[in-house]
């Protein structure tokens, strides 16, 4: 008979978020399909390491990518962001 299971114990899931990640928690956390993440490494477009034949990814250096790509995009559309104007009362 198995002992019961401690409460205080978490699934995976709950884990706090790992550093190094695979191409399918990658793809997961991107809202990827798993195929596309390989056809970025293949491409070059997506940093990512091996591990012998295994490629993983750091947490951090996506999240940067992420964050890189996106001020891409902002400047090459040319959109800006701005804060919004003050509202004055009239009295």
């Known amino acids: 008979m198995n002992p019961p299971r401690s409460l205080a114990m978490k699934p995976?899931?709950?884990?706090?978020?790992?550093?190094i990640?695979?191409?399918t928690e990658v793809?997961?956390?991107l809202k990827l399909n798993?195929?596309?993440?390989?056809?970025?490494?293949?491409?070059?477009q997506i940093p990512f390491f091996?591990?012998?034949i295994y490629?993983?990814?750091?947490r951090?250096?996506?999240?940067?990518?992420m964050t890189?790509?996106?001020?891409?995009?902002?400047?090459?559309s040319g959109a800006a962001v701005r804060a919004a104007p003050k509202k004055t009362w009239m009295h």
């Open 12 to 19: 995976r899931d709950d884990a706090i978020p790992r550093r």
């Open 21 to 23: 990640m695979t191409a």
């Open 27 to 29: 793809a997961e956390y």
């Open 34 to 44: 798993r195929e596309t993440i390989y056809v970025l490494t293949g491409k070059g």
């Open 50 to 52: 091996r591990i012998g």
């Open 55 to 58: 490629l993983r990814f750091y």
């Open 60 to 65: 951090d250096v996506i999240d940067k990518w």
């Open 68 to 76: 890189d790509r996106t001020s891409e995009v902002l400047k090459k």
